[in-house]
């Protein structure tokens, strides 16, 4: 059974930072595609940036471009996001997510696998 659990939320001043972890179990990590997603209320949910398999490519949103950092340790199964500079506008509920693509954009319909979520409130 695949399960993916977020932590690293929680309530930071505007410029502040944060960094999120997603540990996977129940199938070879480095096989997978990974990405982040987030949440506001009253809005869909949105990618924020995702990491190939060998956590050579990578691909932002354009709002956090410069300000937040996607990695992974396939040794340990996990992975990261650094969010530095934060604003308002980032607090949502930041999903972990999985899918085997290659190439094409991660999207909330490519992935097959999501975490709980965790939140994140940056406070002006």
């Known amino acids: 059974q695949v399960q993916l659990v977020e932590s690293g939320g929680g309530l930071v001043q505007a410029g502040g930072s944060l960094r999120l972890s997603c540990a996977a179990s129940g199938r070879t990590f480095s096989n997978y595609r990974m990405g982040w997603f987030r949440q506001a209320p009253g809005k869909e949910r949105e990618f924020v940036a995702s990491i190939s398999r060998s956590g050579r490519t990578t691909y932002y949103t354009d709002s956090v471009k410069g300000r937040f950092t996607i990695s992974r340790d396939n040794a340990k199964n996990t992975m990261y996001l650094q969010m530095d500079s934060l604003k308002p506008e980032d607090t949502a509920v930041y999903y972990c997510?999985?899918?085997?693509?290659?190439?094409?954009?991660?999207?909330?319909?490519?992935?097959?696998?999501w975490g709980q979520g965790t939140q994140v409130t940056v406070s002006s």
């Open positions: 997510a999985q899918d085997p693509g290659v190439g094409q954009k991660m999207t909330t319909t490519s992935v097959d696998y």
